[in-house]
């Protein structure tokens, strides 16, 4: 749905090519003109970030500075998808212009690491290392660079659920416990349909956007995605080829509403004409906000496993802040990371700020985490997300070249969505252009 979430889906959208353009970076950062960095632990150390995320920031900057004699912070919102623009630009031309603190999304750490290894600072020498337990289970590998050192320290972190409307599955006498897998959702989206005039969920069917999200949940929720922790592709895997076919089954039992074009899927929420929306945590603030005439009518259960008896909790998305490895005040830097990310005070008044969930585990003992949510009936909404981080979660591996199975992957599901195609073979397809394009091989 990138068309009205920009945050999460424009990540993908930043100009791959700069990488390996060699081109100036442009605007001016933290780093000034030594392109070899050095550990100063005091002065003026700008941040880079987006939107709310930035906003929540700047909540931190007074007690920091408060503690922290010394050092002052200014968060700059470059805006989304220009940060990527920036990094990726100020990545490939030395480090000249980069900001001294970086905040970089999971679909594009992983590139950053391979592509630019030493791009980043390396934070395991300034005790980065005794964080490792401190976040969720599965965000750790990620911040690791190639050597093993550690290169960022996590921040937000999305687990699944899924979304409905209470009102509507009880009109259709449909109880929600008793969905456990999407089979079983297929099965009851007929009189969820008949009752209630819905469809179960919205796509991009035409694919004028990347509207992925649900495909890859699909095979998260299976313990995949498309590479395995070896890099190699896995875009033809078995769990891939499940996931796209509950989508066909879905779609060809009338079950998916079509939102293509700016703003479709905003409008039929607000029609009442989706009865489900299987998003992750950051959802919860999101329909609170933009939809108060439906309060109450919301609730939020565990996401229904891909396969029937299949696990049914995923990581679906992480953000990270990092410091530039040629910022002349890396320790000042380092101290401003630690100091926003580790301390369940500040992490929870970001939280609360900007709905940004946190992937600090010490947070979660905050009894707003315990709390029932008006707009959902008084469910504890928040606890249950709590709960499918405690099921654990393994690292996904995006790598570098994550935009490119993004495309091939994206393709392949508008030919299933638009022209009934088989699942298996137009992701054997896509699996064998992946490789051609990466070079990567195909997994067994």
């Not at 009865?275 to 229904?304: D, H, N």
């Not at 301390?343 to 905050?366: H, Q, T």
């Not at 009934?420 to 397809?429: E, T």
Request: proline content about 5%.
């Amino acid at each position: 749905m990138s068309h009205h979430l920009s945050r999460r889906q424009i990540l993908h959208l930043a100009t791959a090519s700069a990488a390996g353009l060699g081109l100036a970076a442009c605007g001016g950062g933290g780093t000034g003109g030594d392109q070899k960095g050095a550990d100063g632990d005091s002065g003026r150390i700008t941040v880079w970030s987006w939107t709310t995320a930035a906003e929540a920031l700047r909540g931190v900057v007074p007690s920091f500075e408060r503690d922290n004699p010394g050092i002052t912070v200014d968060v700059q919102d470059l805006g989304n998808p220009a940060i990527w623009d920036k990094i990726t630009v100020g990545l490939a031309s030395g480090g000249k212009g980069l900001a001294d603190v970086l905040h970089i999304g999971v679909d594009y750490l992983p590139g950053y690491l391979q592509k630019f290894p030493q791009g980043l600072a390396d934070l395991s020498r300034l005790g980065a290392d005794r964080h490792k337990d401190a976040f969720a289970q599965g965000l750790w590998p990620t911040v690791l660079g190639e050597d093993g050192t550690v290169r960022a320290l996590p921040w937000e972190v999305n687990p699944l659920g899924l979304f409905y409307r209470h009102d509507y599955f009880e009109k259709a006498g449909v109880d929600p416990a008793s969905l456990t897998s999407w089979d079983d959702l297929i099965e009851a989206g007929p009189r969820i349909r008949a009752a209630s005039g819905a469809q179960l969920l919205g796509l991009d069917k035409p694919g004028t956007a990347q509207d992925l999200d649900f495909f890859q949940s699909l095979m998260l929720l299976q313990g995949a995605f498309y590479f395995d922790a070896e890099g190699r592709i896995t875009l033809a895997s078995p769990a891939a080829v499940q996931a796209l076919t509950v989508i066909k089954r879905l779609n060809d039992a009338g079950l998916v509403a079509d939102t293509a074009g700016e703003g479709t899927w905003k409008r039929l929420v607000g029609q009442g004409k989706l009865a489900t929306a299987p998003y992750p945590a950051w959802a919860i603030e999101y329909l609170a906000t933009k939809f108060p005439a439906q309060k109450g009518k919301w609730r939020v259960m565990a996401s229904p496993a891909a396969v029937p008896g299949g696990g049914r909790s995923a990581i679906v998305n992480s953000t990270y802040l990092t410091v530039s490895a040629t910022s002349p005040r890396r320790k000042a830097a380092w101290r401003f990371v630690e100091y926003a990310l580790t301390k369940p005070a500040e992490i929870n008044r970001m939280f609360a700020s900007g709905g940004v969930f946190p992937a600090l585990k010490a947070a979660y003992d905050d009894p707003k985490f315990s709390a029932p949510h008006p707009f959902y009936g008084g469910q504890r909404v928040l606890r249950s997300f709590v709960d499918s981080l405690g099921a654990g979660a393994a690292a996904t591996n995006f790598t570098g070249d994550y935009s490119r199975a993004l495309k091939l992957a994206a393709d392949a599901q508008t030919q299933v969505l638009l022209k009934g195609a088989d699942p298996a073979a137009v992701l054997k397809a896509a699996a064998e252009r992946l490789a051609q394009q990466t070079g990567r091989q195909q997994a067994a």
